[in-house]
């Protein structure tokens, strides 16, 4: 299984990005889906998950801000990001689980005027 994030990039306070994570392999459609983050000189945070069924959980931090989907036809999940601030400059990663975690190369989120 290999994971490709994408969608990072350079945003104002406020601003929103979408971030994509396109997996290859059989396995995309019947494992929950996770974002995660890591911030510099901090360690990785659990930010959202999504179980194939659609069910979704966020950091109490993106609550409300953060939105996470995932199309099983096109093997694919997305974290629309609204209402961004900085401190959620990070790097973010996609990742799914089978007896071993799969981690996406993360992406690059910069929040800043």
């Known amino acids: 299984v290999q994971l490709q994030a994408s969608g990072g990039g350079l945003v104002q306070p406020g601003g929103s990005l979408r971030l994509s994570c396109a997996a290859s392999?059989?396995?995309?459609?019947?494992?929950?889906l996770y974002w995660y983050r890591q911030a510099p000189g901090k360690q990785r945070e659990l930010v959202a998950g999504?179980?194939?069924?659609?069910?979704?959980t966020y950091a109490d931090s993106v609550k409300g801000r953060f939105t996470i989907s995932r199309h099983n036809g096109k093997n694919t999940g997305y974290l629309q990001m609204d209402n961004l601030r900085p401190e959620d400059t990070a790097v973010y990663y996609c990742?799914?689980?089978?007896?071993?975690?799969?981690w996406g190369q993360g992406t690059l989120v910069t929040v800043s005027s």
């Open positions: 990742k799914i689980t089978d007896g071993i975690a799969y």
């Open positions: 999504i179980t194939p069924g659609g069910y979704a």
């Open positions: 392999g059989s396995i995309f459609s019947i494992k929950t």
